[in-house]
Every structure is written in structure tokens, then in C-alpha cells.
């Protein structure tokens, strides 16, 4: 089992670029989420997923879209990159929603210029 | 609304001692609790997790846990700290009901003197 990848483990951007962070799990888990990570801010859930095909919002949603084509895969995309989003994103995925175990991927460091 | 706070931004404790990390949190109803460690450059690991019965939780090494309901608080223990043991420490929050969130403290920074 890889459990949950996550590429690239480094980025930069300039403004305005878009780029897809990729996610996938071996783990045949239902629930898929990402988080940011900013410093002093803990973990904030940006979009997640409870199915395949189904997808919603998280407490910081703008500027980044999710989709949900297979169980394994839930790729993040930034759809025009700005120095806000300079940030680790950690996807993290779990067999069902609520209380059941997150497993985290190693993050990707994102810088924008 | 629910709120996870973790009072000490940064902890120093010298290797061999005991340890205590604190979490209170604002929710109306018995929550779900978690802590989560992140050691440097990965991503986060589930140490323990409390829903229902026994207040005292036991986790993956040698952590546990004490809910108490009064002081709405699930801090987190170690009798004796590794230098393993160092890393930041996530105290989250999650409730019973269709909400699929759990709202994050903002962690907690244990580094360990030799």
C-alpha cells in the first residue's frame, strides 16, 4: 500500500499560472479532502469529497476547483495562482467521512510569486 | 460556532520529562477528538482519537489523552518525552452530524532539550 500520494512535493508559481495538484489513494476510502497549512492557522479544509462524482466546499474554497472522477484520484486545481495561496497543501483521505482515521499525503509547498 | 484552541504555540521540554499539551474546545454537544502529530516535512499521523466511554484514551507511543466534559479540554500526555518525540501537534474537533469538517487547532510546537 503507497496510501496517499501527493505530487509535486514542490512548486513555484508566478501570478496568474494554474496548475493541478495531484491525489491519489490505494486505500479504497470514500472521503477525500484538502487542506491548507499556514503558519499559526493549524489545518483548513479548502474542498472535499465523499464519493466519486461528488465534491463540495470547505472553509477557504475560492480560487481552487476539485473533481472526483474515480475513488483514487482528487486532483486540486488553482485556477490562476496568487500570493495567498503560497501555502502546504496536505490531501488526506479516510474510509468515511466524520469520525473515521485521516491519512495524510507528505504535502506540496507552494510558493507563488 | 465550534473552536478548537491550543493555548501554547510553543513547548520546551527536556528529554525524559513528562509532558502535557493542552486543547480546549467550544461545542455544544460531546464532540469527536483527535490529536494528530506532524513530524518536520510530512504529513500529519492520527496519535489518538476519543468518541464515546472511557475519558482516558490510550494512543500510538505512549501518548494518551484525557477528556473531561467541565473543562471542555482533551490534553494530550506523555510520562517520559523522547527526542522522537519532536514535532507539532494538532488537536481537532469534529461533530456529530452532517457536517463532514473538522475544525483544526493551530498546533502545537514541542521541541526537546537534550
Known amino acids: 500500500n503507497a496510501g496517499v500520494t501527493q505530487t509535486p512535493k514542490f512548486q513555484v508559481l508566478k501570478t496568474g499560472q494554474s496548475m493541478t495538484l495531484q491525489c491519489a489513494q490505494d486505500?479504497?476510502?470514500?472521503?477525500m479532502s484538502w487542506y491548507r497549512q499556514d503558519p499559526g492557522m493549524g489545518l483548513r479544509l479548502i474542498h472535499y469529497s465523499v464519493g466519486a462524482g461528488i465534491t463540495d466546499q470547505g472553509e477557504v474554497p475560492n480560487g481552487y476547483n476539485v473533481s472526483r472522477s474515480t475513488t483514487e484520484d482528487f486532483p486540486l486545481r488553482l485556477l490562476s495562482a496568487a500570493p495567498s495561496q503560497t501555502s502546504v497543501y496536505f490531501c488526506?483521505?479516510?474510509?468515511?467521512?466524520?469520525?473515521?482515521?485521516?491519512?495524510f499525503g507528505p504535502g506540496t509547498r507552494l510558493t507563488v510569486l | 460556532a465550534q473552536s478548537v484552541t491550543q493555548p501554547d504555540i510553543h513547548i520546551t521540554v527536556s528529554e525524559g520529562a513528562s509532558l502535557e499539551l493542552r486543547c480546549n474546545y467550544s461545542y455544544g454537544a460531546t464532540p469527536y477528538l483527535f490529536w494528530y502529530v506532524q513530524s518536520p516535512g510530512q504529513g500529519l499521523q492520527l496519535l489518538l482519537k476519543?468518541?464515546?466511554?472511557d475519558t482516558l484514551v490510550q494512543g500510538i507511543k505512549g501518548f494518551e489523552a484525557e477528556f473531561k466534559r467541565s473543562q471542555s479540554s482533551f490534553n494530550l500526555r506523555k510520562p517520559s518525552v523522547h527526542w522522537s518525540d519532536a514535532a507539532e501537534y494538532f488537536c481537532?474537533?469534529?461533530?456529530?452530524?452532517?457536517?463532514?469538517?473538522?475544525?483544526w487547532g493551530a498546533g502545537t510546537k514541542l521541541i526537546i532539550k537534550p
Open positions: 488526506a483521505s479516510s474510509f468515511r467521512a466524520g469520525k473515521d482515521t485521516q491519512y
Open positions: 486505500m479504497n476510502h470514500e472521503y
Open positions: 476519543y468518541f464515546s466511554g
Open positions: 481537532a474537533v469534529g461533530a456529530g452530524n452532517s457536517n463532514y469538517q473538522l475544525i
